[in-house]
T-cell receptor, first 117, second 114 residues
Framework: GAVVSQHPSRVICKSGTSVKIECRSL??????MFWYRQFPKQSLMLMAT?????????EQGVEKDKFLINHASLTLSTLTVTSAHPEDSSFYIC?????????????FGQGTRLTVV | AQKITQTQPGMFVQEKEAVTLDCTYD???????LFWYKQPSSGEMIFLIY??????QNATEGRYSLNFQKARKSANLVISASQLGDSAMYFC???????????FGKGTTLSVSS
C-alpha cells in the first residue's frame, strides 16, 4: 500500500525556537495532505489542509503564522512550528490520500512527538 | 456540521472473545465514507476497514467487520476472536465529501487480557 513518511519522529526543542516537520508520500503523488494534532489520549484534530502549489487552508482557531505549512511538491509537505512554546508540545501527524475517490483511505505518517522545554 | 461520537472511553475483553466498539455519526451529506483506525501506543494510525454510505453490504476485513445501520447512523466495529495485540486506541472517522479530511471521534481504548 501507499506509504507516507514523516520526519522526525521525536524532537525536543527550546522555547522560542522553530521546528520543521516533514511529510512525504513515497510512492504516490499527493496533491492534498492534512496535518493533525493530538494531545495524549485524545482525538486527532485537523489543523490544516495542505494543497500543492497553493496556500494551506487552516481550521478555525489554528494560528497560520505560528504553524507554517508549505507544500512545494506533489510528494512533500512541511509544517513549521515557529517560536515554539511548551503549550505547543503535542503529537503532530500528517496524512495523504492516493486518489480522490471517497473510498480511498488516508495514509498516515508515523507522527512527530514534539516536546518544547 | 459533521460529527462522530464514540461513547466508550474504554473497553475490556478477554482473548478470543468478540468485542463491539460503538460509533455514531451525523452528517447531512448523502455521500460519505466511514473508516476505522487502530492506534497502538507507538502512535501510528493503522487503517482497518471502510464503509461507504451507498454500500449495501456490511464491510468485512478478516477479523474486523463493520455493523452499518444507516437509519440509526451507526457504524460499529466488531472484532472477532480478540488477540493481545488488539490492545490499542480505536478511532471511528468520517469523510463527508470526497477530497476532504477525515473527522475523528474521541476514540475507544481497547484492552485485551489473557
Amino acid at each position: 500500500g501507499a506509504v507516507v513518511s514523516q520526519h522526525p519522529s521525536r524532537v525536543i526543542c527550546k522555547s522560542g525556537t522553530s521546528v520543521k516537520i516533514e511529510c512525504r508520500s513515497l510512492d504516490f503523488q499527493a496533491t492534498t495532505m492534512f496535518w493533525y494534532r493530538q494531545f495524549p489520549k485524545q482525538s486527532l484534530m485537523l489543523m490544516a489542509t495542505s494543497n500543492e502549489g497553493s496556500k494551506a487552508t487552516y481550521e478555525q482557531g489554528v494560528e497560520k503564522d505560528k504553524f507554517l505549512i508549505n507544500h512545494a511538491s506533489l510528494t512533500l509537505s512541511t509544517l513549521t512550528v515557529t517560536s515554539a512554546h511548551p503549550e505547543d508540545s503535542s503529537f503532530y501527524i500528517c496524512s495523504a490520500r492516493d486518489g480522490r475517490q471517497m473510498n480511498t483511505e488516508a495514509f498516515f505518517g508515523q507522527g512527530t512527538r514534539l516536546t518544547v522545554v | 456540521a459533521q460529527k462522530i461520537t464514540q461513547t466508550q472511553p474504554g473497553m475490556f475483553v478477554q482473548e478470543k472473545e468478540a468485542v463491539t466498539l460503538d460509533c455514531t455519526y451525523d452528517t447531512s451529506d448523502p455521500s460519505y465514507g466511514l473508516f476505522w483506525y487502530k492506534q497502538p501506543s507507538s502512535g501510528e494510525m493503522i487503517f482497518l476497514i471502510y464503509q461507504g454510505s451507498y454500500d449495501q453490504q456490511n464491510a468485512t476485513e478478516g477479523r474486523y467487520s463493520l455493523n452499518f445501520q444507516k437509519a440509526r447512523k451507526s457504524a460499529n466495529l466488531v472484532i472477532s476472536a480478540s488477540q493481545l495485540g488488539d490492545s490499542a486506541m480505536y478511532f471511528c472517522a468520517m469523510r463527508a465529501e470526497a477530497g476532504t479530511a477525515l473527522i475523528f471521534g474521541k476514540g475507544t481504548t481497547l484492552s485485551v487480557s489473557s
